[in-house]
């Protein structure tokens, strides 16, 4: 969706390096989500926002920080990469949480740890 | 831990033929809803049926909801080979803060 966008698509990095995934949204929405994607677990949340500066954790927290000092932006950091978090990242927004309305996903980053 | 679960797993049917995928959830909700994801690409929102609804319809989609089996059909009517995709329902649970808990998925391969 043109109104979400992750960078980088696509990520090799080091065990024990920090690298921090980006997602920015144009629709002014509220809410903000991270989730990872894995076979066999589908989409299990990380961290979501409710609004700028109000983040709070989801179901796999551990590992991953985040910050959101503007709306628009919902950077996800993981502080020393493990290959347990060779994932799929999406970033969501969405105009409410999980109310009336759906959620925007971006393409996705494609992590790997070596 | 998964609030929805997909069934089946996988599903392949030939073009022009229906294809119903079923979701069963744990807790009560207040809304659920399905998304496609098409390979290699994020998901896209499909529909959305609230708690006090039992069926929905959109285009070539038909959503029900049992809300006492704690369990949701999504039906694609006349599948084109454009619909291969996984499918996903996700929940809204009552008390959940605000925000959505994906199932693991059906894959769906519609052949021409």
């Known amino acids: 969706d043109a109104g979400i966008t992750q960078s980088p698509r696509y990520k090799i990095t080091e065990t024990g390096r920090q690298v921090t995934l980006m997602c920015h949204q144009t629709?002014?929405?509220?809410?903000m989500f991270w989730y990872r994607q894995d076979l066999g677990h589908g989409l299990r949340l990380i961290y979501y926002?409710?609004?700028?500066?109000?983040?709070d954790k989801g179901e796999v927290p551990d590992g991953y920080v985040v910050s959101r000092s503007k709306t628009e932006n919902f950077p996800l950091t993981l502080e020393s990469a493990t290959r347990s978090q060779t994932s799929v990242y999406f970033c969501?927004?969405?105009?409410?949480?999980?109310?009336?309305?759906?959620?925007?996903f971006g393409s996705g980053t494609r992590l790997t740890v070596v | 831990s998964q609030q929805g679960e997909e069934d089946p797993q996988a599903l392949s049917i030939q073009e022009g033929e229906n294809a119903t995928m079923n979701c069963s959830y744990k807790?009560?909700?207040?809304?659920l809803q399905w998304y496609r994801q098409n390979s290699g690409r994020g998901l896209v929102h499909l529909i959305l049926?609230?708690?006090?609804?039992r069926e929905k319809h959109s285009g070539r989609l038909r959503v029900t909801l049992d809300t006492s089996k704690k369990s949701s059909s999504l039906l694609i009517t006349a599948s084109r080979a454009a619909d291969t995709a996984s499918y996903f329902c996700?929940?809204?649970?009552?008390?959940?803060?605000?925000?959505?808990?994906f199932g693991t998925g059906t894959q769906l391969k519609v052949e021409l």
């Open positions: 926002s409710a609004a700028a500066d109000i983040t």
């Open positions: 969501a927004s969405s105009l409410q949480g999980g109310g009336d309305y759906g959620y925007t």
């Open positions: 996700a929940t809204d649970p009552t008390g959940g803060g605000n925000k959505l808990t």
């Open positions: 629709w002014s929405h509220s809410y």
């Open positions: 807790t009560s909700i207040n809304n």
């Open positions: 049926i609230r708690s006090n609804e």
